[in-house]
């Protein structure tokens, strides 16, 4: 048995129910527009309804109907709210019949946040083929991984026929190059059968450069009163703009089923409304989702613990979890000594900052940043679960921001990256992996593009500034042995190439999932720090503890550093797992070696076998 769904918007192409096809468009910028249909020279009017929206209900168009409005000045562009292009962003979108795909898993209703084990990926770079299907095609390894929820990097139309995905300007478009609206769901819903969740990354905080064509439209989309690294910001005060991007969110969730979204950079969604735009989308996800498992995720560079709010039964009232970009920067210091750009910010005292990111979430709760130029940054966040945090040692952007895209696996020693995992993998927070982690690859993630012309020149150019200011990258020289973002090879280089056979940390990752899945998530629910450890001196290893949901002590001792350090007693309870056999004995004898975790759980839950 079957099922469709579907997403009814106030805008765009949407079929009626006697077989016509209705366009809507807001359009205040221009005082009348027309469809032009299947390429033909004949633009049909549309119809002005009031406050820039202007209309067309046609039986001349059908589904798969390709279709652009047109200008007075006779410019033809793609709709805004395109659900499929035929080609790329300048050209025509396609009527697209939404109920047109039959689900099978359409009873699925999603897995509780604290199964997740969070996976990111690219999909042009992870797959055999570069599309939708070729990641489902790969859909066993991650199961048997034990990873139980993948995380789309954005998959909206962009410019070009490679790119991060950040840049795109259709936020309705699943992109052509990655196979479209039926490929997509056939990966959600393969997903789904497989017990996966499913997130994507949506862009609400600007358009990309290319085939962006609502400053024509509609120049009130945007204002002048805010300015975001992107130029004027999204003038999110307007009904008109809020609704867009709630269609888009509530679009994603049911149309296409996914079990959640990540948001972007929502520091940088500047909004002087009440309430914000982010607490009325998610209150309109939490009404309209009622019954499903759904997950809304921050990117919040800022650290603005009261979107992360709970409810008296510890649901979330608005997002469910954020990114915690303090926990991968002092642990990537920890790992390898760095310290430019926002790493300087962690170089005071790491191990006890680390402690402080897995007790309470965020390190800076409101600190001066001295890469912010002194300015406070981040709100209290030890009240909240540790389930909150999505916790994580590379992603795309700790990767692919570097100048040379390395990954952790070449600025770090294995052991140490191995401690790094046992410590993220068992720890109450969300852990999250980057597509080729678990196996250990060591392919750089590039930024990468396909822009043209001035664009491509400037895009290349920017880029290489923005390293100037690094030592490694002062000298000009430098700078030029910096990828070209529009190369093809830049995009060539940054996909993973998959092992033929097991590795030794493959193995490890699939020990450390099972060891997650069996015995501490499903005790996650209602875990709460057990106080913050004290550390006799900034030689000590970093000591933590959580009560899990059913009373048993979750305890942590990690020694992140090249040198063997000072240990008290071992945490009391079983040893659940330990980087280095008899671990817990050499603890207790006053040592732990170099790069060391040990695990251990107590309480009545807390039998059964251990792992190293």
């Not at 410019?75 to 805004?80: A, F, M, T, Y």
């Not at 056939?186 to 990354?201: A, T």
């Amino acid at each position: 048995m079957t099922t469709s769904f579907s997403h009814s918007m106030p805008f765009g192409a949407e079929l009626t129910a006697d077989g016509a096809v209705r366009f809507r468009l807001w359009a205040p910028g221009q005082p009348e527009m027309a469809v032009a249909l299947g390429g033909s020279d004949l633009a049909l009017a549309m119809d002005p309804i009031g406050d820039g929206w202007f209309e067309l209900v046609t039986d001349r168009a059908r589904p798969g109907s390709t279709y652009q409005f047109v200008m007075p000045d006779g410019l033809r562009v793609p709709d805004p709210a395109s659900r499929a292009q035929q080609d790329d962003v300048n050209g025509p979108s396609l009527v697209i019949d939404p109920a047109s795909y039959g689900w099978r898993s359409g009873n699925w209703n999603g897995r509780p946040w604290e199964d997740a084990v969070l996976y990111e990926l690219h999909v042009g770079a992870f797959g055999n083929d570069g599309t939708f299907d070729g990641v489902r095609r790969r859909l066993d390894h991650l199961a048997r991984t034990g990873i139980t929820a993948i995380e789309l990097m954005p998959v909206a139309e962009f410019a070009g026929h490679r790119g991060w995905g950040y840049d795109g300007v259709l936020p309705f478009a699943p992109d052509r190059a990655y196979g479209g609206p039926d490929a997509l769901k056939r990966l959600v819903d393969e997903c789904h059968g497989q017990g996966l969740m499913i997130l994507l990354d949506v862009v609400y905080n600007h358009f990309g450069p290319e085939g962006n064509y609502l400053p024509l439209l509609a120049p009130a989309f945007f204002t002048e009163r805010h300015h975001t690294p992107w130029g004027a910001a999204i003038d999110f005060s307007r009904r008109q703009v809020r609704d867009f991007f709630i269609h888009t969110v509530l679009y994603w969730l049911t149309e296409y089923r996914f079990d959640g979204l990540r948001l972007d950079a929502v520091h940088a969604i500047l909004d002087d409304s009440d309430p914000h735009i982010l607490v009325e989308l998610a209150e309109t996800v939490r009404q309209a989702t009622a019954g499903r498992q759904v997950h809304l995720v921050l990117e919040n560079a800022s650290n603005e613990a009261r979107y992360l709010k709970r409810g008296a039964d510890g649901a979330p009232l608005h997002y469910t979890a954020q990114w915690n970009d303090d926990y991968h920067h002092v642990v990537h210091v920890l790992l390898t000594g760095e310290k430019d750009g926002y790493y300087r910010d962690f170089v005071d005292d790491p191990a006890g900052r680390l402690m402080r990111a897995l007790t309470e979430g965020f390190v800076y709760q409101g600190e001066n940043s001295a890469h912010e130029g002194g300015a406070p940054r981040g709100e209290a966040s030890g009240h909240l679960p540790p389930t909150a945090m999505v916790n994580f040692l590379q992603n795309h952007d700790q990767i692919g921001n570097r100048a040379m895209g390395e990954r952790l696996t070449t600025l770090a020693s294995d052991e140490a990256v191995r401690a790094a995992l046992a410590l993220l993998l068992l720890a109450p927070q969300i852990p999250m992996l980057f597509m080729g982690e678990e196996w250990g690859a060591k392919e750089p993630f590039l930024y990468f593009c396909d822009f043209h012309d001035q664009l491509a020149d400037a895009v290349r150019e920017g880029r290489r500034r923005e390293f100037a200011a690094f030592a490694r990258f002062a000298a000009p020289e430098a700078r030029e042995a910096i990828p070209d973002p529009n190369a093809a090879e830049t995009f060539e280089r940054s996909v993973p190439a998959w092992p033929a056979r097991e590795t030794e940390r493959l193995a490890d990752v699939r020990t450390l999932l099972s060891l997650r899945r069996e015995r501490i998530v499903p005790h996650l629910r209602g875990a709460v720090c057990a106080g913050k450890a004290e550390r006799p001196s900034p030689d000590s290893p970093v000591a933590a503890s959580w009560i899990l949901g059913d009373g048993s002590r979750l305890s942590v001792v990690a020694n992140l550093s090249g040198w063997a350090a000072p240990s008290g007693p071992a945490p009391a309870g079983d040893m659940l797992f330990e980087t280095h056999e008899g671990l817990g004995d050499r603890a207790s004898a006053g040592k732990l070696p170099p790069w060391s975790v040990l695990w251990c759980l107590d309480g009545a839950n807390a039998t059964g076998s251990a792992a190293s």
